[in-house]
């Protein structure tokens, strides 16, 4: 009788022609080795994401982007959006922008990348469902920097 | 303003916003810098002064990143991604502030442009005891013309070098404020944004005349 537990005892040597891990010790996961017909693995190493990879939803574009799409810049969508043929984060985007809000909140509201987040936005403005309220200045003017000013002083 | 290309849609009833045929104006965003490099406090000086806890984008880092965060021989990886925080202080319905808290290494400079572009100014948060962090933030800031400040940030009230020291480490101009501050405390974080502001104000006024 040999020692399960312990196949490499010398007292109790394995069975020949079987390597110490395939005999079976009862007990836990045993090694199999796949069988040649086995279904064909999984994605390669490094390619195991379970979401869409991000040039997927751009249609591969990686920029283009507009420059006037800042990471505040505030987009609205328009009434009626939501009725169009849109992809499933065009429509998340859609949903969520009923209120204004900045581009930097769709990206981490959706966890959707930054850069396609603005692409997008940028293809929902050229369609028509979005607003993308550009400012027209590069630069706040003194009367906006005060009420920025008194604003925050008046925050305890 | 409120220019609508497509003036028709809005006939389709059904599909109005929530908040009914008013739809509200957006305000007009301003944003505040608040750079730094890993570890000295930009998530809690956001944190300390928004009004939502902050929010965290993801933007893709590219080959600037390539042989700094190398990720080894084996992988194929061209791109990392990097976490950016943000929130935001409702000054009034028509005006909005955000922060934006943003790694300061040389290798997150590709998107700085993007960031700097329309901002206000800039807090960049140094920790003395790393304080060659932050110099890429100061050089970039520098030449990009945008008003910073530099905030020391004094982890428990522990400041291990006075001000002028910290200014000889950094080298920055003399009109460039350097004031500390406790990242964890709403009214210390709103002082030092107040000095950003002064800065910015003094930029638009020369902008003006």
């Known amino acids: 009788m040999r020692h399960p537990a312990d196949p490499d005892d010398p007292e109790h040597p394995a069975a020949p022609g079987v390597r110490p891990y395939l005999r079976n010790t009862g007990t836990g996961a045993r090694y199999q080795p796949a069988p040649p017909s086995a279904p064909p693995p999984g994605p390669p190493p490094g390619e195991q994401t379970t979401s869409l990879r991000p040039f997927v939803l751009t249609s591969g574009r990686v920029d283009g982007l507009d420059p006037n799409i800042g990471l505040e810049t505030q987009v609205s969508s328009h009434p009626g959006a939501l009725s169009a043929r849109l992809s499933p984060e065009q429509r998340a985007i859609v949903h969520l922008c009923g209120e204004p809000l900045s581009v930097a909140e769709i990206s981490a509201r959706l966890r959707m990348h930054l850069g396609v987040t603005r692409i997008l936005v940028g293809d929902l403005r050229a369609a028509g469902h979005l607003d993308v309220h550009v400012l027209e200045n590069d630069f706040p003017d003194p009367e906006t920097i005060m009420r920025v000013i008194r604003g925050l002083r008046s925050i305890s | ?209």
């Open chain 2, 1 to 209: 303003m409120d220019f609508d290309p497509y003036p028709d849609r809005r006939v389709v009833g059904t599909a109005r916003v929530p908040n009914g045929p008013q739809r509200t104006a957006p305000p007009v965003p301003v944003k505040i810098i608040v750079a730094g490099g890993f570890g000295v406090g930009k998530t809690t000086t956001v944190g300390a002064i928004s009004e939502i806890s902050p929010l965290t984008t993801e933007a893709e880092m590219t080959m600037e990143g390539v042989g700094v965060d190398d990720p080894g021989q084996a992988s194929g990886k061209t791109t990392t991604t990097i976490a950016m925080d943000f929130g935001c202080v409702t000054i009034d319905q028509t005006l909005k502030l955000y922060l934006f808290g943003t790694p300061g290494q040389t290798r997150f400079a590709f998107m700085w442009d993007d960031l700097v572009r329309g901002a206000l100014g800039a807090l960049v948060v140094v920790d003395t005891t790393r304080i060659d962090d932050c110099y890429p933030a100061v050089d970039y800031f520098e030449r990009a013309g945008l008003p910073f400040v530099v905030g020391v940030n004094t982890f428990n009230g522990q400041l291990g070098y006075n001000l002028d020291e910290v200014r000889w480490a950094l080298a920055v101009r003399d009109d460039v404020p350097i004031v500390q501050f406790d990242a964890r405390f709403r009214g210390s974080v709103r002082d030092a944004l107040l000095v950003v502001l002064d800065q910015a104000l003094d930029k638009a006024m020369k902008m003006r005349s």
